[in-house]
């Protein structure tokens, strides 16, 4: 409707194709956009900056162009042979069908681009310390130095998101998990679409440990000897964990009669250092909002600046 298109009439060009699929793509993916562009000038003027605001634009774009091809080529059986292939998608019918398809498949992809995320972090990591955590100075390092826009929360964001490590205040960092884990990350995450967050892959180990345990309970000496077989995407496995990990976990169940408890605050914690790109450190209870949420109640921007 923003652009004036009437769903009776097919769409006039491959022009007209594009900008519907991409303010719809630009919608989901930055959901402020809802607000602050609501003129179809606006959203054509904000189209060749999107990677701006959404660094991985270009290349949801290359997806797009895939995922349409693979709908063409699946339902070549129902389509006309001759009509116009490049007009495959004008009609409202069609178009409906192909966004159907694009929620559909953006699951996966969304995995992945958190997937390369989470290494693009590792990489920015102390290698001798491997503690999940990245200093603050490395996290908007390429940030700053214009080499790429990811990694650009402001730090209340980031506080408020749970990600912040100020345990050293000199020089505090960004905890890798839980920044990986925030509302920050996930698509389309307004009221008006279902949101995709990158997915938690502590929540897989702890099923693995819940599986084999069965009961929400257990000695440490087990605990101990499953984790160390269990391997993550960074953990190798079997490995020998450290003597000072171990006195944690028999700490644990010292308050416990002898037990750990699979579910409380201080295993979450243990499994954070056990696994510290995989397990987020457990924070303090508050409702964690999205880049556009923090804006709407706090009228401050989530994004640092580059000054």
């Not at 179809?40 to 290359?62: E, F, K």
């Not at 001759?82 to 069609?94: H, L, T």
Request: charged share 20%; proline share 8%.
């Amino acid at each position: 409707e923003i652009h004036g298109l009437s769903v009776d009439q097919p769409l006039a060009s491959q022009d007209e194709e594009d900008l519907v699929l991409q303010t719809f793509m630009l919608y989901f993916l930055l959901p402020l956009t809802q607000t602050a562009l609501n003129t179809s000038q606006d959203i054509r003027r904000y189209l060749p900056q999107a990677h701006v605001g959404y660094p991985g634009w270009n290349h949801t774009m290359v997806w797009l162009k895939d995922v349409k091809e693979g709908v063409k080529y699946q339902d070549r059986a129902q389509h006309n042979p001759f009509a116009n292939n490049k007009e495959y998608f004008r009609e409202f019918a069609s178009m409906t069908h192909l966004v159907e398809k694009v929620m559909d498949a953006i699951g996966l992809y969304q995995d992945i681009e958190c997937k390369e995320l989470k290494s693009m972090l590792m990489e920015l990591e102390d290698p001798d310390l491997n503690n999940g955590r990245v200093p603050l100075d490395k996290f908007y390092g390429p940030f700053l130095a214009g080499t790429h826009s990811f990694f650009s929360e402001s730090p209340t964001y980031l506080r408020h998101l749970g990600t912040i490590d100020d345990s050293n205040p000199r020089r505090p960092s960004a905890i890798v998990s839980n920044f990986m884990y925030g509302r920050n990350l996930c698509l389309g995450a307004s009221d008006t679409f279902h949101s995709l967050c990158c997915v938690d892959h502590c929540n897989v180990l702890m099923e693995s440990l819940e599986r084999r345990i069965a009961q929400p309970m257990a000695p440490p000496g087990v605990i101990a000897q499953l984790v160390a077989a269990m391997p993550s995407d960074t953990v190798a496995a079997p490995r020998t964990l450290p003597g000072p990990m171990l006195e944690k976990l028999d700490g644990i169940a010292a308050h416990h009669g002898g037990h750990v408890p699979l579910h409380g605050r201080l295993f979450a914690q243990w499994m954070h250092h056990a696994y510290p790109n995989e397990c987020p450190y457990p924070q303090a209870a508050e409702a964690p909002m999205t880049h556009h949420e923090f804006f709407l109640h706090t009228s401050s921007s989530p994004s640092a600046s580059r000054d």
